[in-house]
């Protein structure tokens, strides 16, 4: 199974400010077709995940702008710039190019 | 609007069976696959398996680590989800989602395993 590996484990942001998160995965993301298979999701208190980016670089429907995801074939990073209050909760990296399709484990965001 | 709703979850004994259904609304259900994914208590969520679509025949893909007991199957007639679960165990306790069109999840249904 390709592992995904996230870090911090947690991250304390001053509103206002920027947050990044990273994500490496065991093996390249990058499919022949050129589309690499990372996504991101925030999965807010007592809430589903929802989607923020999917094939590394583009937003979902609905994310604001302050959101953006980039990388490489292995190495990844989701960028929240202007935290607000409501980026609060557990953002997961997860890889689609492989089954079984797998999550990080997760990195928890708070507010200072 | 894309709302995908479960339901069918609850307590069951260990070795037991249940079947969980997604009821999926706001988009044109055949054009894409679904997902059921699961998530322990405190723990990062799992992938179960998928269905893929009418262009790619409905056919099927399962985690190992539930494939030979959980099946993933589709009514396009209702725009009905389904996962079968069999011989289920004390750690498939957790919240099941289904999941599809540009990435929504639904809001997950309990599952408990215990006797």
């Known amino acids: 199974d390709i592992v995904m590996t996230q870090a911090p484990l947690s991250v304390s942001v001053t509103p206002g400010e920027s947050a990044s998160i990273s994500c490496r995965s065991s093996?390249?993301?990058?499919?022949?077709?050129?589309?690499?298979?990372v996504y991101w999701y925030l999965q807010k208190p007592g809430k589903s995940p929802q989607l923020l980016i999917y094939?590394?670089?583009n937003l979902a429907s609905g994310v604001p702008d302050r959101f953006s995801g980039s990388g490489s074939e292995t190495d990844f990073t989701l960028k929240i710039s202007r935290v607000e209050a409501e980026d609060v909760g557990i953002y997961y990296c997860?890889?689609?190019?492989?089954?079984?399709?797998?999550f990080g484990s997760g990195t928890k965001l708070e507010i200072k | 609007e894309v709302k995908l709703l479960e339901s069918g979850g609850g307590l069951v004994q260990p070795g037991g069976s249940m079947r969980l259904s997604c009821a999926a609304s706001?988009?044109?259900?055949?054009?894409?696959?679904m997902y059921w994914i699961r998530q322990p208590a405190g723990k990062a969520p799992e992938w179960l398996g998928f269905?893929?679509?009418?262009?790619?025949?409905?056919?099927?893909e399962y985690n190992p680590s539930v494939k030979g007991r959980f099946t993933i199957s589709r009514d396009n007639t209702q725009n009905m989800l389904y996962l079968q679960m069999n011989t289920l165990r004390a750690e498939d306790t957790a919240t099941y989602y289904c999941?599809?069109?540009?990435?929504?999840w639904g809001q997950g249904v309990m599952v408990t395993v215990s006797s």
């Open positions: 999941a599809g069109a540009y990435g929504y």
């Open positions: 706001g988009f044109t259900f055949t054009d894409f696959y």
């Open positions: 269905i893929r679509n009418k262009a790619n025949g409905y056919t099927t």
């Open positions: 093996k390249s993301l990058l499919h022949s077709n050129g589309i690499t298979y």
């Open positions: 094939r590394m670089s």
């Open positions: 997860g890889q689609l190019l492989e089954n079984p399709f797998t």
